[in-house]
């Protein structure tokens, strides 16, 4: 009997392997260099957190994992969650505090959730909006000056056209308190006026990469389109495991849900050493 093949893709890289029991596995880990046996396991399909309230609806975090390795994670939430929203002062952002990812996220290197919600922002005309921060590490306790949040970062952990976000009241960077300092992209900001659609940052905590900022609009969400961008990635990351390489925005007419998610995911190259 002829041997079946499969080929696979893993991480961006393809390659092929003899559909065994004995020898999958150990081809799988020598695919190019692109898998690292460290995450690979039999977690595969959908995880979600918890339910949590989100406006008059409802909203939970979600992994799409394919044998431990990230496929896509982010926030699904209900179309009630754009209704009932709060009153927020100019520029004051509200977070509701989502926590740890769903249990099953073995090879992902983002760990925790918080979905902010801002009334807008009338100096740059931008309506209001979600702001879901996808971080590495569970939020810290800090204070003013934030010490920690503006903490030196090596340029080479700086993904490529990102800046520190200042203004005048910030001229140290502006923070979201105890998750890290923003760097934007002006080619694509998390924030882009008058008619904000979707956007994306990145925040450093005690000096390195911490989390990914995706943002949208309520009225882009409102719209039910679709939008989606490039993640632009640091020549060196902060920890092992597999990083988001795309985003997207999107409304699942299915299921009824709005979603906002990070895709395409591949292993980590370069990592900080230990203790720096």
Not at 7 to 27: F, H, Q
Not at 92 to 114: C, D, Q, R, S, W
């Amino acid at each position: 009997m002829t041997r079946n093949k499969v080929r696979r893709k893993i991480s961006g890289v393809r390659c092929a392997a003899a559909l065994t029991p004995l020898v999958l596995l150990a081809a799988l880990a020598g695919c190019s260099g692109s898998f690292n046996n460290n995450f690979y396991n039999g977690d595969s399909g959908l995880f979600y957190g918890a339910f949590q309230p989100l406006g008059a609806g409802t909203a939970r975090s979600f992994v799409d994992l394919n044998n431990g390795i990230p496929v896509r994670f982010g926030l699904q939430f209900t179309p009630a969650s754009l209704d009932f929203l709060p009153d927020t002062g100019a520029d004051e952002v509200i977070p509701f505090l989502f926590g740890p990812m769903p249990n099953k996220n073995h090879g992902n290197a983002f760990t925790n959730v918080i979905m902010g919600y801002s009334g807008g922002h009338p100096a740059t005309a931008e309506p209001k909006h979600f702001h879901l921060v996808l971080l590495i590490r569970a939020p810290q306790f800090t204070e003013a000056p934030f010490p920690h949040e503006r903490a030196p970062v090596a340029p080479d952990e700086v993904p490529q056209d990102h800046v520190r976000m200042k203004n005048a009241a910030n001229p140290n960077g502006l923070v979201i308190q105890g998750a890290g300092v923003l760097y934007d992209d002006p080619s694509q900001p998390a924030g882009k006026p008058p008619a904000t659609t979707t956007g994306q940052n990145y925040v450093f905590f005690d000096g390195h990469m911490n989390g990914l900022v995706l943002g949208a609009t309520v009225p882009f969400l409102a719209s039910k389109q679709t939008s989606s961008g490039t993640i632009k990635q640091p020549q060196v990351y902060p920890r092992e495991g597999y990083y988001p390489t795309k985003w997207r925005v999107s409304y699942d007419a299915t299921n009824d849900l709005h979603v906002i998610e990070a895709t395409d995911f591949k292993i980590a190259g370069r990592i900080v050493p230990p203790g720096t």
